[in-house]
């Protein structure tokens, strides 16, 4: 569904990813762990048409190279940001909107999906995104992606800053969406509980791909036990 | 009763200074530009309704209808040819190009219309309704009060209620964020310096029946703009409104209780003295980005 052959990309003249390959198969959820500063947001933006990119990206046929990132959302490729990026003048609600701002058409029916999956974001509607705690954001942030029909589902690291409980929950959630038809590609730092949901991970450091394989084999892997995982 | 009438003839003449700030605090907060152009495009809008009235015979007020959609089109023109280029820019590049956009409109107008001052003179430009209780009330001033409100009125349902208007406030909150929801930010921008430009070219052409009209009469306007954008809180559509009335009740005042001639040098002050004291405006909560 997705394939990402020979990457690179950066910020102006510093090139951050190098060589990058990866590809997803329609109905997985796909890992890529790495340590602070390794690529794994550079890498996302780069998916979404946040940045600038070398190399090809293609999705269901089709190369997302060239594209704007709106065109990019168009096309089902939907990515929620590291550090939730909330509208916090806006309600939930209105946050919700404007997730769905190009699947009008879709709108009750997401928004239904949407609350049901996260009831405390119909129960706030009516708060200012901004005011919502860094657990409520995350949510609201993936139910905002929700809203534009993701046929992938891009998600930077959606448990950063969260309690034990609420990181449940959204890993939870992460599998009901994935259950639900959407293929997930996760960012995480949260190694062990992202491998252990997804069928495969990559593990990149600076900027390259150095292993992959499926959750269980990497979980069990000494190198990864070693660096993330403190065995 | 010299207070009652400093206070609303300041009330009045604010609605016009509150669009232009208005439309200057949109700018900078869907692009996060501080557009200098902005005293320029509504000697422009000045100029409009001035040739509307002379050329045409319509009336300035009237000829909205007209200055509305031009002044829009030439905007948003603006920005996809030469503006859209600095966003991303270090903010003296963004100054030095509005500033320069700004340079070649009023020497344009300088050379096209000559610097001597013209006068839009309609049949009500002087005429005023005098209460029983003593108050002198200018008709242009109140007809453009209620012009301005209606505008106000219309924008804030559009960003409120619209599909677009709600992309505009997205795009203004978190760009990246409304890049990921599928926005075209470039179009957003685009749509907000036209709004932008229409704002200061309708506050131009409201004021015009009851101003000189020369190639540098935005120069003032353009400082009270920022001053006005400052007092809301940079970005702030809300905040720019009421900073706008209270800079013309300031300078209403000023009038009235110092001098004419002092009333710019009042107004610079309450800027520096907001700068000083709440960076953030008076009402703002982000302060600028
Ligand atoms: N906007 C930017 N401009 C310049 N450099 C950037 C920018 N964003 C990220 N970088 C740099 O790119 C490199 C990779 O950053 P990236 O955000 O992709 O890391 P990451 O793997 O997501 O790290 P973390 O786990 O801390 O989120 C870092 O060295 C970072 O400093
Ligand atoms: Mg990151």
Redesign the interface.
């Known amino acids: 569904m997705l394939k990402i052959e020979n990457l690179q990309a950066g910020y102006g003249e510093m090139v951050v990813l190098r060589n990058i390959n990866i590809s997803l198969s329609e109905g997985e959820i796909v890992s890529v762990v790495g340590s602070n500063g390794a690529g794994k947001s550079t890498l996302l933006k780069a998916i979404?048409?946040?940045i600038r990119s070398s190399g090809t990206i293609t999705f269901n046929h089709h190369s997302l190279t060239a594209l704007?990132?709106?065109r990019i959302?168009?096309r089902g490729v939907?990515?929620?940001?590291e550090g939730r990026?909330?509208?916090?003048?806006?309600t939930v609600f209105?946050n919700l909107?404007?997730?769905g701002?190009?699947c009008?058409k879709d709108r009750t029916e997401n928004l239904e999906r949407v609350y049901a999956l996260f009831p405390i974001l119909a129960e706030r509607r009516k708060q200012l995104g901004g005011t919502m705690s860094g657990g409520e954001q995350q949510m609201l942030a993936i139910g905002?992606?929700l809203m534009?029909s993701p046929k992938l589902f891009l998600l930077d690291e959606p448990s950063l800053g969260l309690s034990p409980l609420f990181t449940d929950v959204v890993f939870k959630a992460i599998r009901a969406i994935n259950k639900s038809g959407v293929t997930v590609l996760l960012v995480e730092q949260n190694v062990y509980q992202s491998l252990k949901i997804s069928h495969r991970g990559y593990v990149i450091e600076t900027g390259s791909i150095v292993l992959s394989g499926t959750g269980e084999e990497l979980l069990n892997n000494p190198e990864v036990k070693k660096a993330f995982l403190g065995m | 009763m010299l207070f009652l009438q400093a206070l609303v003839s300041g009330i009045l003449s604010g609605g016009v200074y509150a669009l232009a700030g208005i439309g200057m605090s949109l700018v900078f907060g869907v692009m996060n530009i501080s557009n200098f152009a902005h005293g320029d495009l509504m000697m422009l809008g000045m100029y409009l309704a001035y040739f509307a009235f002379t050329l045409l015979h319509i009336d300035p007020y009237l000829a909205l209808l007209l200055i509305i959609p031009v002044s829009f089109l030439f905007g948003f023109i603006l920005e996809k040819v030469f503006i859209h280029r600095v966003i991303d820019h270090p903010h003296q590049n963004q100054i030095l190009l509005t500033i320069g956009l700004g340079l070649i409109m009023s020497n344009t107008a300088l050379l096209a219309f000559t610097s001597d001052p013209k006068i839009l003179t309609t049949t009500y430009s002087s005429s005023a309704i005098n209460t029983a209780s003593g108050l002198s009330i200018s008709v242009p001033l109140l007809l453009s009060f209620v012009i301005t409100s209606v505008i106000t009125a219309v924008l804030y349902l559009f960003l409120a209620k619209s599909?677009t208007g709600?992309?505009l406030?997205?795009t203004s909150?978190?760009r990246?964020?409304?890049?990921?929801?599928?926005?075209?930010?470039?179009k957003m921008s685009a749509i907000a310096f036209g709004i932008g430009t229409a704002l200061a070219a309708t506050a131009g052409a409201l004021i015009a029946p009851t101003y000189y009209i020369h190639p540098l009469a935005g120069h003032s306007f353009l400082l009270k703009s920022f001053t006005i954008c400052v007092l809301g809180g940079l970005g702030s559509v809300v905040g720019a409104g009421v900073g706008g009335i209270i800079i013309g009740v300031v300078e209403s005042m000023a009038a009235t209780y110092i001098s004419t001639d002092w009333k710019d040098v009042v107004v610079f002050v309450l800027f520096l003295t907001v700068l000083l004291f709440r960076p953030q405006g008076l009402f703002g909560?982000k302060g600028g980005q």
């Open positions: 979404s048409g946040i704007q990132a709106h959302v168009e939907v990515h929620v940001p990026k909330i509208f916090s003048e806006m209105e909107m404007m997730g701002f190009l009008q905002r992606g534009a | 599909s709600m992309a406030r997205a909150q978190n990246e964020a409304a890049q990921l929801m599928g926005i075209n930010v470039a909560k």
